[in-house]
């Protein structure tokens, strides 16, 4: 794969993963093929500070979870409505790294 398709990549969609991520991403995908690459780009990245907004304003009927494509959790935290309120507090301070580990998650399908 072609080095520069990968900065440019990582550069553009740095802020959706951790730091110590980024420079596991630049490994794999550059030993990647360029096809792989298309396939990467239209991988839906979530947002991590639109995680959080959405977990401080529906926090409490899993709305965060949903986001995140965690179904099963998502109907978990509606019907305990949040864990009696104590998973949404500690999901406040962890949407965006939920978010960013989501998207790890997503592209570690596609990179294998």
């Not at 740095?14 to 690459?37: C, G, I, N, P, W």
């Not at 965690?70 to 509606?78: C, E, H, I, P, R």
């Not at 406040?92 to 570690?108: D, G, I, R, V």
């Amino acid at each position: 794969m072609n080095q520069a398709r990968v900065d440019s990549y990582l550069i553009a969609n740095a802020k959706y993963f951790e730091s110590h991520q980024v420079a596991y991403l630049r490994d794999k995908l550059t030993s990647m093929e360029d096809e792989k690459l298309d396939l990467l780009i239209a991988v839906q990245l979530r947002e991590p500070s639109f995680c959080i907004m959405i977990s401080l304003a529906g926090g409490s009927m899993g709305m965060d979870r949903f986001y995140l494509g965690q179904t099963g959790l998502g109907v978990a935290k509606l019907l305990t409505a949040g864990g009696c309120g104590i998973w949404t507090i500690v999901d406040w301070f962890t949407a965006q790294s939920n978010a960013k580990k989501a998207n790890m998650e997503n592209l570690q399908r596609i990179i294998g």
